[in-house]
């Protein structure tokens, strides 16, 4: 009998700006799709652009808080999970 696969790893990336009022509700709301939504399927990089400008330049950030996963991505309000699974297309996971 073959083992169950394990379930499909997802990284995301969020990239903010540390003094944004904005940003802090974003690293809430992707913690929290993180920890409950995707209960251990998910790993979450947060990516201060204050602390590291070269990387909006390099990874092509123009707005935060952007939401990265792959090529898809999501600027703005994070706090509908249900939408950004579905923007994300990770509504199968």
Do not use: F
């Not at 990516?47 to 990874?59: F, G, K, N």
């Not at 707005?63 to 990265?68: G, V, Y």
């Amino acid at each position: 009998m073959q083992p169950a696969p394990e379930p499909s790893l997802v990284e995301l990336t969020l990239y903010v700006q540390s003094v944004s009022k904005v940003s802090m509700g974003a690293i809430r709301a992707a913690r929290h799709l993180c920890e409950n939504v995707l209960a251990g399927r998910c790993t979450l990089n947060i990516v201060d652009l204050d602390q590291s400008p070269q990387t909006a330049e390099r990874d092509a950030v123009l707005a935060t808080p952007t939401l990265a996963w792959g090529s898809r991505r999501i600027i703005g309000d994070l706090s509908d999970s249900a939408r950004v699974l579905e923007l994300l297309e990770l509504t199968a996971l």
